[in-house]
Structures are given as structure tokens and as C-alpha cells.
């Protein structure tokens, strides 16, 4: 079983819609949860830190449930900028271990 | 600027050389990391530290080779033991931190390796 798993999509959806990501992990050690985006040919960027109570950045969501090992994302009001692939990371407490999912892609349709 | 370098952007080898990638940053993180990443796929961990003069296996170090002379600097060698080195390389950077906030990794632009 991988240590963090995202379902890779893709994921096609006009413009204004809302969609969400989720992502579990394995380790019940993990300290920190982070939501980064990466466009094609270029680095991850952070999007998000996900904190346990649940956080927003504007048309973005983050959610944790420590209890069930499992993060989520969730835009709404969807740009055609928004297409990218949405990497969810999660850092070991106890080895500093930073591992990523496998990515899920958006694409986001005039 | 505070940021992540590295070079070269893109590096054509042949088979059989060892190669080494360049990553440097000036954010003063303790922690540094490197990923290889394949088209279509995730980033895979490569090695990792935590500190100077100390690195760790990641999940495929089979076939690399790290060190960690400097808090700075964090170069990967590519040996020829690698038996599929053509891949995107990223090297990022964190600080350790005490709690979840400001422990977010800075990625550099990446290394383009094609093997030849």
C-alpha cells in the first residue's frame, strides 16, 4: 500500500463547477498536511497547509480527519486556470519524511 | 532573493557516466530533499535530510548517491548503477519546525535528465 494515495483522475469539469480531491495516508505518525499544485514541466508550489480544523484560502477549502487518515480538497467556482495536478504531501513526525501522492489532474473546461 | 537553485536545467549524458546534479539554497533550511518524478507520474523520494552530515534512504535511493557537507548545498550524484536515469529531478527544502505551519518544502526548477 502506498503511503499516500490520491485518485489521479483526470478530472474534467466546466467552468464554475466544484469539485473536490481526497487523499489518504498510511502513517498515523504524520505531523504536517500540505495541498501543492504543479503545472506542466514545472515544480510543485505550495497551495495550501492543511491544519486540523480545517482551513480556507478564498475559492479553496482544506480539510484533515486525523481519525480516518484522510485529506481533502475542494475548489469551488472553478477557473480554466485552475487546470493543473493537485499533489497531496504529508510529513513524517517522526522521520521528517516529506512523501507526496501520485497527483490528481484537473482540467477545467470553457 | 531567498530561493532554491538548481543547475543545470538540462543535462544530456551518456550511459554508463556518473552524473552530478547541483542544489543549493539560501532559506536556511535544515531539512533538504530530493525527488525524482517520471512523466504522468508523482514525485518519488530519492534521499533525504534532516541535517549537516546526515541523509537518509528515501523509497528508490538504488542506484544515487548523496552528501551533506554544507546546510546549503545537497547535490545528487546519478551513478551508473542507475539503470533508468532519464527522469525530471527535483531538489526542495524545509525547515524541520516545531509545529505544522512554516514546514512547507520550496521546490528548485528541477533537472531535465536524458540519458544517451
Known amino acids: 500500500r502506498k503511503e499516500v494515495e490520491q485518485d489521479p483522475g483526470p478530472f474534467n469539469v466546466p467552468e464554475g463547477a466544484t469539485v473536490a480531491f481526497n487523499c489518504t495516508y498510511s502513517n498515523s505518525a504524520s505531523q504536517s498536511f500540505f495541498w501543492y499544485r504543479q503545472d506542466c514541466r514545472k515544480e510543485p508550489k505550495l497551495l495550501m497547509s492543511?491544519?486540523?480544523s480545517g482551513n480556507e484560502d478564498g475559492r479553496f477549502t482544506a480539510q484533515l480527519n486525523r481519525a480516518s487518515q484522510y485529506i481533502s480538497l475542494l475548489i469551488r467556482d472553478s477557473k480554466l486556470s485552475d487546470s493543473a495536478t493537485y499533489l497531496c504531501v504529508v510529513k513524517s513526525g517522526n522521520t521528517g519524511k516529506l512523501i507526496f501522492g501520485q497527483g490528481t489532474t484537473l482540467q477545467v473546461k470553457p | 532573493d531567498g530561493g532554491i537553485t538548481q543547475s543545470p536545467k538540462y543535462l544530456f549524458r551518456k550511459e554508463g557516466q556518473n552524473v552530478t546534479l547541483s542544489c543549493e539554497q539560501n532559506l536556511n533550511h535544515d531539512a533538504m530533499y530530493w525527488y525524482r518524478q517520471d512523466p504522468g507520474q508523482g514525485l518519488r523520494l530519492i534521499y533525504y535530510s534532516q541535517i549537516v552530515n546526515d541523509f537518509q534512504k528515501g523509497d528508490i535511493a538504488e542506484g544515487y548517491s548523496v552528501s551533506r557537507e554544507k546546510k546549503e548545498s545537497f547535490p545528487l550524484t546519478v551513478t551508473s548503477a542507475q539503470k533508468n536515469p532519464t527522469a525530471f529531478y527535483l531538489c526542495?527544502?524545509?525547515?524541520?519546525?516545531?509545529?505544522?505551519?512554516?514546514?512547507?518544502?520550496?521546490f528548485g526548477q528541477g533537472t531535465r535528465l536524458t540519458v544517451v
Open positions: 526542495a527544502s524545509s525547515s524541520p519546525g516545531g509545529s505544522a505551519m512554516n514546514t512547507e518544502a520550496f
Open positions: 492543511v491544519y486540523s
